[in-house]
């Protein structure tokens, strides 16, 4: 039977064109309002871009965003395992340090770390209930404000990761863990060499959106006159008084930040999706080895 060709034409669409155009019109208006307005000091965002003092904040910002995401991971992990525990002072422990640091606002966080001397003058390590003390530190000297910024943000982030790695956890088909243990594997060895490694398809996507997210949040540490991009852009803008302008730079700043940090989570993304493509997808992948060659 000869198969007849299709002659298929798409039917117009003149509402999605019409939206287009709106849509188009509409970038194009905003971009020549924002570019021609005078209000906004283009000269003076276009010098203090490469200035000094935005770069020291810029490189304050993703210091505390790396070294953040990795304490929280870390974290996240560690309360991750303690909530699959069977020991039920494990999971209490690990569900209470859950529920409280997400219940509590990060705002409300950071000003309590800047200001635990209040509540310990000293911080020191040594024997419990009144013992000796070994070393001992003023609290106000130790817990300076980029260490404050660093415990919020690390400790709330915890919280959210320790979600994201159990939630990564529990993808994990149970056989898998069954046939490690038949194997002879130990718990901790069955965790690390083959449950985390197939969470991570699970879990990368969004620790990636948190670090992105981490890289804005930073922002908040201003409230505890930390040094980071948006404290930095304030001390300037209270000097001569360019706040828009100042603001504008420090966006610009963000946006560069997290485009190449989601660009990064785009390839980090496709690394651990390898394996796991459609069915097509695979079958051409297997079959390459052959193109061209005869049976």
């Known amino acids: 039977m000869t198969e007849l060709p299709v002659d298929a034409v798409r039917p117009p669409r003149p509402g999605r064109w019409l939206a287009a155009a709106v849509a188009g019109l509409f970038l194009i208006w905003l971009a020549y309002t924002i570019i021609v307005n005078p209000n906004l000091h283009w000269d003076v965002i276009i010098a ?56 509590t606002p990060l705002l409300v966080q950071l000003i309590f770390w800047f200001n635990i001397g209040l509540v310990f003058p000293t911080i020191a390590i040594g024997i419990p209930f009144g013992g000796p003390k070994l070393v001992e530190w003023q609290a106000n000297e130790l817990v300076t404000p980029f260490t404050a910024a660093l415990l919020g943000l690390a400790i709330n982030e915890g919280a959210y ?66 040094a980071e991009l948006l404290t930095v852009a304030q001390r300037i803008y209270l000097g001569n008084f360019e706040v828009i302008a100042l603001l504008v730079v420090a966006s610009i700043w963000y946006v560069v930040l997290t485009t190449i940090a989601s660009v990064g989570q785009h390839f980090v993304e496709r690394r651990f999706e390898r394996g796991h493509g459609t069915l097509p997808a695979r079958v051409r992948r297997n079959l390459r080895p052959f193109a061209g060659g005869g049976v």
Do not use: C
Not at 73 to 87: E, F, K, N
Not at 187 to 213: D, E, K, Y
């Open 48 to 103: 203090f871009l490469g200035d000094g003092r935005i770069l020291g904040g810029l490189w304050v910002t993703i210091q505390l965003t790396v070294l953040s995401m990795v304490i929280g991971l870390a974290l996240g992990v560690l309360t991750a395992v303690m909530q699959q525990s069977g020991d039920p002072v494990l999971r209490g422990a690990a569900a209470l340090y859950t529920w409280f640091f997400r219940g």
């Open 161 to 226: 990761m320790a979600e994201i790695v159990r939630a990564g956890i529990r993808s994990v088909d149970p056989g898998q863990r069954e046939a490690a243990e038949a194997l002879g594997m130990s718990h901790s060895q069955v965790l690390r060499r083959v449950v985390l490694p197939q969470a991570m398809r699970v879990i990368v996507p969004p620790t990636g959106n948190q670090f992105i997210s981490m890289l804005k949040t930073t922002s908040m540490v201003s409230v505890i006159a930390g």
